[in-house]
């Protein structure tokens, strides 16, 4: 299903889109407030956690105009980092961040299948941009994230997920919806491991249920002086 997504073409899609909250939401600006409430929970479980990741430095990935930057990210660490593809968004960053904005690092206009970033990052948040990746290249994607972690560095997901069970296509924009399995089956091949997992709620009906994944490298892949922080 994935071999559907055509970057060139979705690269096209969001180049028409307006730098605006309600554009980069596809029209649900309305539930951003709700949303970041959900992602603040999760992130402070992992905060709680007995390994829990670093505050220092978080990567936001697809960031469109800064929205998760902005108003949680840089609630809780040092410095963000972004990645975008589209430059208009990119442009309209540090505008929208505002006050913050010199918490900005390092703005990276790419894709995520060329990204290749540096080891420092306590947080790897992914929100609404996965499902832009081909299946073989989110696999290489996210072993790329997970070499890029500190020590009890930590990825987030947080995507729609089907109820039918399969992988649906959407032409429009040249993405993908996976279900639970596919992306079980795409964490492993990655060598990542859920350390939590929770559905965001007091979403409006009608929409694709929204989840949200905690990973970590598994045990057999990190350094002998890592292996007991991922003992859980």
Known sequence: MSKRINYEKALEYWSEIPATLDGVLGGFGFISDIDIIGSTQFLQSLFSMENSPGREVALDCGAGIGRITKLLLLQHFIEVDVIESDKKFLNEIL?????????????????????????????????????????????????????????????????????????????????????????????????????????????????????????????????ENNQKNYLL
């Open 95 to 223: 505008n929208y961040v505002g006050e913050k904005s010199s918490n900005v690092g390092k703005l990276y206009h790419t894709s995520l299948q060329d990204f290749q970033p540096e080891r420092k990052y306590d947080v790897i948040w992914n929100q609404w941009v996965l499902g832009y990746l081909k299946d073989e290249d989110l696999v290489s994607y996210l072993l790329t994230c997970r070499n890029a972690l500190t020590e009890n560095g930590v990825i987030v997901i947080k995507e729609n997920i089907t109820s039918s069970g399969k992988t649906e296509a959407d032409d429009a924009d040249s993405s993908v919806t996976r279900c639970l399995k596919q992306y079980t089956k795409i964490f492993k091949q990655a060598k990542l491991k859920r350390i939590k997992q929770c559905k965001q709620t007091n979403f409006p009906n009608g929409i694709y249920p929204v989840y949200m994944f905690a990973l970590v490298p598994t045990k057999e892949h990190v350094s």
